[in-house]
């Protein structure tokens, strides 16, 4: 089973990216998960350009998440609500539902918890028609206190709960 991931922060050492390549570690057997890295080149979302020939960018982005059998975000928190770069990005995969029915598992973590983008993120996401594992997602504060520079995952109780998510995940996709 294939699972894309997404970080919705744009650095490269930013907290939701160390998650996901930790996470990525912790999938359960014959769970793939990618990486897409190149949120940063997506144009801003504009409806003018989401015709039947969206930018390559978009349609490259497109594909991705449609050959996926799962979809994986996580997501700071950024003034009380979800990051503009990520936003924009689900909102050039409104009109072209690759979402539709797909599980998704929502991770957010922010210094704050990030309560108000997580509970924007699960809106948002089941306006979409996706099939939002909502049980299974979490919040965390530890992401940058709880990872090892190879990208291990060293407190117990948030590997736990990781796993336990991703399993819910390959269980949604099954």
């Known amino acids: 089973m294939k699972v894309l991931a997404i970080s919705g922060s744009l650095r490269a050492q930013?907290?939701?990216?160390?998650?996901?390549?930790?996470v990525t570690l912790l999938a359960p057997d014959g769970m793939e998960v990618a990486t897409y890295d190149e949120i940063a080149s997506l144009p801003h979302f504009n409806p003018d350009l989401d015709t039947d020939?969206?930018?390559?960018?978009?349609?490259?982005?497109?594909?991705q998440l449609?050959?996926?059998d799962g979809f994986l975000i996580s997501s700071p928190e950024y003034a009380h609500g979800v990051p503009g770069a990520l936003?924009?990005?689900?909102?050039?995969?409104?009109?072209?539902?690759?979402l539709s029915h797909k599980p998704v598992?929502?991770?957010?973590a922010s210094p704050g918890g990030a309560e108000r983008a997580h509970e924007q993120w699960i809106e948002i996401l089941k306006t979409m028609d996706a099939n939002v594992?909502?049980?299974?997602?979490?919040r965390t504060t530890?992401?940058?206190r709880a990872i090892d520079a190879e990208g291990r995952v060293t407190d117990a109780d948030l590997?736990?709960?990781?796993?336990?998510?991703?399993?819910?995940?390959?269980?949604a996709i099954r």
């Open 53 to 63: 020939e969206p930018p390559p960018e978009v349609r490259a982005f497109r594909a």
């Open 133 to 138: 594992l909502a049980e299974a997602s979490l």
């Open 142 to 144: 530890l992401a940058r």
């Open 159 to 171: 590997e736990r709960k990781l796993r336990n998510a991703m399993q819910a995940l390959a269980d």
């Open 105 to 108: 598992l929502l991770i957010s």
């Open 87 to 98: 936003k924009d990005a689900m909102d050039w995969i409104v009109s072209s539902a690759e």
């Open 66 to 68: 449609a050959a996926a």
């Open 14 to 22: 930013s907290s939701n990216a160390q998650l996901l390549r930790a």
